[in-house]
């Protein structure tokens, strides 16, 4: 009889911890909180207090690449290891510093998704000493942003995916045989020689998108120089300004700003700057991605731009910069994610 109560006690046991795993596994998150491009930073007090802190926080709240006047990247909120509780913990952003002597040998950079709410993502540096991050943090900077931006750009591409303007689509896809999500209050379009636009009209806050392809028959189509010719010649062409004899093109007010990506394996070119009007007083940022259609020999440029005097521009132009994000060229499925170039953290 003891020897059957034995194993009786065993199996329960067996059984409980057998459902608490699973409760862990499927276990259910509140969602994220916070507002776009929030950072919240969250490190030692001696950390937070220190040179590195202050290093943190001015490479999250850097101006925005391309736009007419600084905007930072993050609002960065900090909090104390020692502080970091429940209340704070569904924070969307993530940015933790963990610094242990016993645990690392150098620095290292790893993110997560979904730690303490469903949609966060938390990017951690791990550390053996805070001297060792001194030059660690600023040659990592790039990741460091281009993380949470890309965090924040799926987020809006998720939402596309489900939510976005059906009849733009099918215009577009009619047009020049590639896809694109925009959201549905990008509805008033225009249709040219190989160049789809569409718009908000807005008088507020005016968001366009323009997509148009070129053939492909230059080695150097990708270069910095060909891509802004080439966008000034198609735009000279299509979008007027309001004036006789006016017209976009790119403003030489500032360099623009120039990135290789890769995107789903596919080459990409990112372009941000600024547009102006020849002959009229407008003007705003735009983010431009070209790619090469290999199926039909020719190039693809998505672009958005905006037209808001007088107000702050970040956040209108990240929102829809998402969108380029899904054009899908000829036999392209919707890419899962805006890529993440930093390992997992285990």
């Not at 950390?47 to 590195?52: C, D």
């Amino acid at each position: 009889m003891k020897t059957k109560s034995n194993y009786l006690l065993l199996f329960i046991v067996a059984s409980m911890m057998l459902l608490v795993g699973c409760k862990g596994k499927n276990r259910t998150l509140t969602k994220a909180t916070g507002s776009p491009f929030e950072v919240l930073l969250v490190a030692s007090n001696s950390v937070l207090q220190g040179q590195i802190g202050k290093e943190l926080k001015s490479v999250l709240q850097s101006p925005v690449p391309g736009l007419p006047q600084p905007e930072a990247q993050f609002r960065v909120s900090a909090v104390p290891t020692s502080q970091f509780d429940n209340i704070v913990k569904p924070v969307r952003n993530i940015l933790y510093v963990d610094i242990d002597s016993t645990m690392y040998t150098q620095p290292k950079i790893s993110f997560a998704k979904n730690v303490w709410s469903d949609g966060q993502m938390v990017l951690y540096i791990k550390a053996p000493s805070v001297k060792s991050l001194e030059s660690f943090v600023p040659a990592n900077a790039a990741v460091i942003i281009e993380f949470f931006v890309s965090s924040e750009l799926n987020r809006v591409v998720k939402i596309l995916q489900k939510s976005y303007n059906k009849k733009s689509a099918e215009e577009l896809y009619e047009l020049l045989g590639v896809e694109m999500n925009l959201p549905a209050e990008i509805n008033v379009s225009k249709k040219g020689e190989n160049f789809y636009w569409v718009s908000n009209n807005s008088g507020f806050e005016r968001i366009d998108v323009v997509v148009y392809s070129v053939p492909y028959n230059d080695i150097n189509a990708f270069d910095l120089d060909k891509i802004i010719a080439r966008r000034d010649s198609v735009m000279k062409v299509n979008i007027p300004g309001a004036y006789e004899n006016s017209y976009m093109k790119t403003s030489k007010t500032i360099e623009p700003e120039y990135q290789k990506k890769n995107l789903g394996g596919k080459f990409v070119a990112e372009v941000r700057g600024l547009w102006e009007m020849e002959g009229d007083a407008m003007g705003g940022p735009f983010v431009s991605l070209t790619r090469l259609d290999e199926i039909n020999n020719r190039i693809i440029t998505a672009e958005v731009f905006i037209f808001a005097p007088d107000k702050k521009k970040k956040q209108a132009l990240r929102r829809i910069e998402a969108a380029l994000y899904t054009l899908r060229l000829p036999q392209e499925n919707m890419l899962p994610e805006v890529p993440i170039t930093i390992e997992t953290n285990n």
